[in-house]
């Protein structure tokens, strides 16, 4: 394995590895060699057949496997050989020319590859037993906590379907499309939306204009900032009450 430092920046480093197509070759052997002896192929006796024979049938899937394996452990031996500890997954990158690349699979060709990371620097831990630490406590009140759990109650609400029209604190479902001088506008259309009146979700004006509104109506809903609203309640959800 020939190791070449092409960068060495702050905690950046980089580095070409490069096998040659001899060790290549004689880790493809191995393998074909252990293949061999589990091999089971029509016309040869088990565990007889011959490495040149699947060299010649799985030669090149058995060379990509190869090549990740060499990969793997040439990337681990640089990491040792050089003692770097590495921030992060070390990032790898086989050359971009494709005949290259195939040559190595063809075992007619060495391997190379680039190794990139970041290094976690060295650093001394200084002695911290003389620091003096703040506790920061934060007083909570009751009237906190009850709107907190007013809140979580009700997220929790459950609705049950009403006759009539809809008013605040009912939950509605509505498909709307919103409009700029009867253009709709990206973003402003939605279906099947559930919205609970009065609970401040919609921007102000909007929930108010939906109060009285019944199942499968179509009305038009203005903003203050003047942007129409087309709207419609989705007629196989009507408006929904809180249990009383």
Known sequence: MQVTETLSAGLKREYKVVVNQAELDQELNAKLADMSKRANIRGFRPGKVPVNHLKRIYGKSAMAEVVQNTIDAKSKALLEEKKLKPAYQPEVKLPEDQAEVAAVIDGKGDLAFSVSLEIIPDFEVKDHSGLELIRHVVEVTEDQVEETLKRIAGQSKSFSDKDGPAAIGDRVTIN?????????????????????????????????????????????????????????????????????
Request: glycine share 14%; no cysteine.
């Open 176 to 244: 709307f499309v919103g409009t700029i001088e009867g253009t709709a506008f990206e973003g402003g259309t939605a279906e099947d939306v559930s919205l609970e009146l009065g609970s401040g979700q919609f921007i102000p004006g909007f929930e108010e204009q939906l109060v009285g509104a019944k199942a499968g109506d179509e009305l038009t809903v203005r903003s203050p900032s003047r942007r129409i609203t087309a709207l419609s309640n989705s007629p196989a959800s009507p408006p929904n009450s809180p249990p009383s």
